[in-house]
């Protein structure tokens, strides 16, 4: 059975920092592009950033390019999301998201940012 399970989150002030982890297991992923998505309260779901299979290219959505970076770590079949500058309207609850042959989602870990 494959799981992606998300840890890192938490409550960060404005101007910080938190680095997201996702690990899976159940099977391998070497082949397979990486997402991070959010949901702020109220609102819908929120591409952030993706890393393609090779790990070669990476993007980011506006509202995070130069804040955040996005990392694949092959051999723990594991992604990053390190937050930096960390912003209110960053408060959200992160999904990691595995896209191949299957299309693979983490359980979500809640980022609150406030003072």
């Known amino acids: 059975e494959v799981q992606l399970v998300e840890s890192g989150g938490g409550l960060v002030q404005p101007g910080g920092s938190l680095r997201l982890s996702c690990a899976a297991s159940?099977?391998?992923?070497?082949?397979?592009?990486m997402a991070w998505v959010r949901q702020a309260p109220g609102k819908g779901l929120e591409w952030v950033s993706s890393?393609?299979?090779?790990?070669?290219?990476?993007y980011y959505a506006e509202s995070v390019r130069g804040r955040f970076t996005i990392s694949r770590v092959y051999v723990k079949n594991t992604v990053t999301l390190q937050m930096n500058s960390a912003k209110v309207e960053d408060t959200a609850v992160y999904y990691c998201?595995?896209?191949?042959?299957?299309?693979?989602w983490g359980q979500g870990t809640q980022v609150t940012v406030s003072s």
């Open positions: 998201n595995f896209r191949g042959n299957q299309n693979y």
């Open positions: 159940g099977s391998t992923f070497d082949d397979f592009a």
């Open positions: 890393v393609t299979y090779t790990g070669g290219s990476t």
